[in-house]
């Protein structure tokens, strides 16, 4: 593996993780926090982190 593809993969992993914790933070309930956690669990970042 080259080391621009660890190094892309690194940041990509980071940055979804990223986006996954600030989605989780805006949640207004418990009930809010649970239906969130069920979409990032469900792939809500998964898709959107091969483009970036």
């Known amino acids: 593996m080259k080391i621009t593809e660890r190094l ?3 940041f990509a ?3 979804r993780q ?3 914790r600030a989605y989780l ?3 207004v309930s ?3 926090l ?3 956690q069920r ?3 469900r792939g809500l970042f998964h898709a959107t982190a091969r483009f970036s």
Do not use: C, K, T, V
Request: net charge negative; no cysteine.
């Open 18 to 20: 990223s986006r996954e």
């Open 13 to 15: 992993a980071n940055s």
């Open 39 to 41: 979409e990032i669990d």
């Open 8 to 10: 892309r993969s690194a």
């Open 30 to 32: 418990m009930a809010d």
């Open 34 to 36: 649970e239906r969130r």
């Open 25 to 27: 933070e805006q949640s």
